[in-house]
């Protein structure tokens, strides 16, 4: 009788309850975005397609790029990402994969990638953490993550500690300028 009644609690629950999935990352501090990065661009987003990848079978999300400011690395004018998942409205086919960024036709980012996977993959370095929204404040551009820009480097050996000029009212956002100056002098070899 306690067998059959905590197999029928078991099925229960799991008929009953919602699927719950979470990806976590470690935070990744800017001065580790912009040394780890072998692609870093100022970009609009064109154009998102959904549809089934060739080379991995997975439904994938190609995001097209106009570049604006080539930061670190090199590309074209264009550059297009492949990133995994999406929702494929012809098959009504969704993939989710939680941190993988969502960028928005017509908006504007600062975007960390590594190297392509085997695959073609690149999504942007510690996934949304290497996505940066770009907006206008006041007829000026700003930056914004939805996490504090005003933290420092966590590695106290570290050579290079710059500060990023933030918002007071908002350290969440810093002017786009001085971000991507910030970004640039990561990369700058030291004279040292």
């Known amino acids: ?3 059959s009644f905590f197999f029928f609690s078991l099925a229960l629950n799991l008929l009953i309850l919602p699927a719950a999935s979470a ?3 470690l ?7 912009s040394t780890r990065a072998s692609l870093i661009f100022y ?12 080379d991995s079978g997975h439904i994938a999300t190609f995001t097209e790029f106009e570049i604006i400011d080539m930061i670190k690395g090199h590309a074209g004018e264009r550059h297009t990402i492949k990133q995994i998942g999406g929702h494929h409205k012809g098959s009504n086919t969704r993939l989710l994969i939680h941190g993988v960024p969502e960028f928005k036709t017509g908006n504007q980012y ?4 590594p190297e392509k996977s085997s695959l073609g993959f690149s999504s942007p370095l510690g996934l949304h953490q290497g996505s940066f929204s770009v907006m206008i404040i006041n007829n000026e551009p700003i930056v914004s993550s939805g996490r504090n820009l005003s933290i420092g480097p966590q590695n106290r050996n570290s ?3 710059l500060p990023l000029a933030v918002r007071a009212d908002n350290p969440t956002q810093s002017r786009l300028e001085d971000f991507i100056n910030t970004v640039r002098a990561y990369n700058t070899p030291s004279t040292e």
């Not at 600062?110 to 990638?113: I, M, P, T, Y």
């Open 23 to 25: 990806t976590s990352m």
């Open 110 to 113: 600062v975007v960390f990638l």
């Open 1 to 3: 009788m306690k067998v």
């Open 159 to 161: 050579d290079i500690q």
């Open 27 to 33: 935070p990744i501090t800017l001065e580790q975005l």
């Open 43 to 54: 970009a609009r987003v064109i154009s998102n397609e959904v549809k089934k990848d060739d």
